[in-house]
Each structure stands twice: as C-alpha cells, then as structure tokens.
C-alpha cells in the first residue's frame, strides 16, 4: 500500500510540475498554489495516519488514534484537497471555454477580412480592366480613324490618277486620230 502511495504521489507531482508550466493567469495561478498547500497538508496528515497504522499491529491504543486522526484531520484535509482541485477544474474550464470564444471570434474575423479583401480586389480588378480596354479601345479607334483617313485619300488619289488617265486616254485617242486623218 506505501509503496504505491509513493508512487502514486510522485506521479502527481509530475502532473503538477507540467500544470505550473501550463497556467499563466494570475487566478489559476492562486488556485494551483492553494491546491499544492492542501496537497502537502493531507499528504503530511495521511503519513502520520500511516505510521500510527503501522504501530497498531502491537498497540491498540495507537490504531485509536489513527482511526481519529483519521477522522479529525486527514478527511477534512483530503477533502479540502479535492474542493481545491474542483476549484481549478472549473477555472480551467472557464478559462477554456473562454480562450475557445475568442479563438472563434478571431477565426470570423479573419474570415469577414478575408472575404472583404477579396471582394475590394475582385472591385479593384474589374476597374483596372475597364480602364485598360476602354484605353485600348480609343487608341484602336484612333488608329481606325487614320486608317479610314488613309483609305479615302488612297481612294481620292486613285480617282485623280483614274481621271487623269482617262484624259490622257482621250488625249491619245485624239491625236490617233487626227494623225490618221493627216496620214
């Protein structure tokens, strides 16, 4: 029975060694330094229970005494010990379930800002196209405009030289035949 109870406590301590390392608010704080004062307090009660247990195998009156020591001090003490721990479960549990509200709220947040920044880019993208295709468009339109420019003075000169040509055709004709007259 000591032997376990040994190692059971050292397990504990282990526990409570990583729980320190653990808690950093002030409150849990407190309530694990309450937990390790009633810890030490029934661990010191319930040995002298046990070295009065171990003497009552030859002497009646100091397994009466462990019997009420047993009674007075260590089951108070052992239930302090327990009260203390449902203290810090709790705490622990408040703290939890608050530090989870506020990791949820952070996540809708990001999410919101996210989605926010997404739409301002989608808003930002489509300005920044417009922009590029109706500036491409005036420059293609102009470009269109001197082409058409272009095209009718080509027209407007294809009509002169074809008049021209037509003159000179006559021209030629006329004197081919006033050549053949004089012939």
């Known amino acids: ?6 190692a059971v406590s050292a397990d504990n301590a282990k526990v409570y060694d990583e729980l320190d390392k653990l808690i ?17 307090e029934n661990n010191r009660v319930r040995d002298a229970v046990l070295i ?10 100091a397994n009466a005494q462990a019997y009420s020591l047993g009674r007075t001090q260590f089951d108070p003490a052992n239930m302090q010990y327990l009260a203390d721990l449902d203290a810090l479960i709790d705490f622990t549990k ?9 990791i949820q709220t ?9 989605l926010i920044g997404l739409g301002l880019a ?27 420019d272009g095209s ?11 008049a021209a040509s037509q003159t000179l055709a006559e021209g030629s004709s006329e004197q081919a035949s006033s050549l053949e007259e004089t012939s």
């Open 94 to 102: 408040t703290d939890t379930d608050t530090t989870s509200a506020s």
């Open 152 to 162: 009718n003075q080509v027209s407007s000169a294809a009509a002169q030289v074809s």
């Open 106 to 114: 952070g996540v809708q947040s990001s999410k919101a800002g996210i």
């Open 1 to 6: 029975l000591e032997a376990s109870l040994v």
């Open 52 to 61: 009065l247990s171990r003497q009552s195998s030859t002497n009646r009156q």
């Open 122 to 148: 989608l808003i930002v993208g489509m300005n920044i196209a417009f922009f590029i295709s109706r500036g491409t468009f005036r420059i293609l339109q102009s470009i269109s405009n001197s082409l058409s």
């Open 24 to 40: 950093t608010d002030a409150n849990g704080r407190a309530l694990l330094d309450k937990i390790k004062t009633a810890r030490a």
